[in-house]
């Protein structure tokens, strides 16, 4: 090798080194050249997405139909054409892209169509050439269009000459005549229609669902066509709409013994959904416990007791005589007595179900429905307001609700240590006994009935202050049972409303009905002047019945009534009270001017001695070993 060649030799490693610095330089070059390439198809893909909607709208705006047709069309064969299973940002840009073309012309449509309708509008050449020449994006929204007119004339919301006014104008356009004339033929038959789908709709507003299915069902079976169509398509979002709230609601009176109401419920929703096994199953539970019914039309029986003895230490303890338990009835004496009107064939009714009262001036006359063989009963828990000077006689000090929200009674007893310690006992008070008896005998209420719960008001509810007005009362009463004075911040009535609306709530859902007993508990209501009566009611309208709204019933203390035609009872009339509550040792009932008055019997140990109960219980099996054993 000469000097000339070493002195210009390259290794083998020095020419590797290079072959791969070049292979990295076309690498990179290479990727620069797709770099290049991407992003020019992409700058052209935005500059052709940037410029097909304005495009588009310039077209619409300058009348070249064909022009827009050609640019929603050329979209619409590139979303054809895509791969659907790809997931690809450009398709779904050319998705909105459709959209907002669409819209364009929707909103351009809606526009001429409203004219016709609210104006009477005769569209002119440019609109007819927009509606013609726009072909299918045009006569999409113009078959939706027609089809909502029919809707609403369908459904009575316009007159039939503006309906056809609008197909007269749109009908000549060549685009659309294939849609307007089958539909303009039928309008007959939609006006035939409107009655019983009108009829529907308002069952169907009124929650009704049954009804509206039915009627649906009715027109479904007379016309084919727009009207068949539409009625079928109801049918099937009603009975959608329908299923869960009535399956809940069935469901709810099972639990609640309102077997006739389940039964008819489940019955009618048989009829719609025969295949359905969980309905045929309720339905089932429920004519397990239902009979024949008749019509009744005999006598009613309304029985009144009090609060009851929930502590028999402290009323014939060794302090025994300080308070007249001969007006209160103990828990076991009134379980017995339940147990005997049970035995002797009554069943709890509500006497609400006696009068129809929706007409504020007028009542209709109802007949009671009972299973064939029981005797109606009405019982009325009377006056729960839990008067301290009461307390003496083992009274409780108000109502709760436990941990399983059900009402119960709180009393107290004297702990170890000379304390009063509260006592919560669902069977302390008469609504827990009769709930209890309730659930072991099922035929002993008809429909989930229970009881009235009567209730005063100047002092509490249910053992609450609800007012700053009744805390003077209260504190008046506790005054005379030598009891500590109460104080309540606002914050705490406030808390006490919550509380009796709660309990409310529960009797209400576990079928008890409310009565007033006046405000003040009014020994001879006859005898009040009318100021009296107003002064009372407005009393306990604002602060008892704000509380227990919709309440139609007085129980009249000691029985003594209000005449029917009285100013005052028509006073009361006219605040919603339409049941009216006296006193008599037998049952009695009439219906009067817009009322419906009872006589009640009022259950106690002092009654017993004085009136023959033998219809209803033997007083020597009633009466509590205790009481026996203490002079009375």
Known sequence: MTGFSAGYHISENEKTGRRGFGAAAFACGAVLIVLVVIMTVLARQNAYEDRTIPDFSEAIEMGNYEEALAIYRNVQDEVLADNPDASDKTHDEKIKMLDSMEAIVKTKVD????????????????????????????????????????????????????????????????????????????IDYIETATGDVRTAEKALS???????????????????????EYSSNRINEIKTAMYEPMMEEGEHMLERY??????????????????????????????????????????VEVLCVRSLIANTDTAFGVEFGKGDTGLYLTGNEFNQILESLYK???????????????????????????????????????????????????????LVLNDEKQVC?????????????????????????????????LDFTYDGSKGIVSIGGHDSCFGYVVSREQLKDRNSQLNAANLPQEEYTDEEIENNRNAVKNIVEVLKD??????????????????????????????????????????????????????????????????????????????????????????????SPNAMKNYDFSRLFDKDDILDPIRKNRKQ
């Not at 489940?266 to 309905?279: G, L, T, W």
């Not at 005797?375 to 839990?386: A, G, Q």
Request: with cysteine; hydrophobic share 35%.
């Open 206 to 228: 009124n929650g009704d669902y049954v009804t509206a299915v039915q009627r649906y069902q009715l027109v479904n079976g007379k016309y084919e066509g727009f009207v068949g």
């Open 344 to 398: 002797k064939g009554y069943i709890l009714v509500d006497p609400e179900n006696m009068m129809s009262a929706t007409d504020p001036g007028f009542i209709l006359e109802r007949n009671l429905t009972i299973p064939e063989g029981k005797k109606p009963l009405v019982i009325i828990i009377e006056n729960l307001s839990y008067d301290p000077t009461a307390y003496v006689c083992g009274t409780c000090r108000r």
């Open 510 to 603: 576990t079928g008890w009905k409310f009565a007033s007993c006046t405000y003040g508990y009014l020994p001879n209501a006859r005898k009040t002047d009318l100021a009296g009566i107003m002064d009372d009611t407005n009393k306990w309208l604002e602060q008892i019945g704000s509380l227990i709204p919709d309440t139609h019933m007085i129980s009249y203390p000691s029985g003594n009534y209000i005449y029917g035609t009285d100013e005052k009872a028509v006073f009361l009339k006219n605040n919603g009270f339409r049941i009216f509550f006296g006193a008599g040792p037998k049952p009695y009932h009439i219906y009067g001017d817009n009322y419906l008055y009872f006589d009640r019997t009022i259950i």
């Open 258 to 299: 309102k077997f006739y109401s389940a039964e008819k419920l489940f019955s009618d929703m048989a009829a719609i959904f025969p295949e359905d096994e969980k309905i045929r199953s309720d339905l089932l539970a429920a004519t397990g416990h239902t009979s024949k019914t008749i019509e009744y039309r005999g006598h």
């Open 409 to 441: 009674g709180e009393y107290t007893i004297k702990g170890k240590d000379g304390a009063e310690d509260a006592v919560v006992n669902r069977t302390a008070e008469a609504i827990g006994i009769l709930d209890v008896f309730v659930s072991n005998h």
């Open 111 to 186: 526009t001429i169509c409203d004219r016709i309708l609210t104006s009477r509008y005769v569209p002119q050449h440019s609109d007819v050439d927009f509606l013609d020449s726009m072909q299918e994006l045009t006569a999409s929204v113009v078959a939706k269009r027609l089809n909502e007119l029919c809707e609403q004339f369908l459904l009575g919301k316009i007159e039939k000459p503006d309906v056809i006014f609008v197909f007269d104008q749109l009908s000549p356009i060549s685009n659309f005549s294939a849609i307007a004339g089958p539909m303009l033929r039928e």
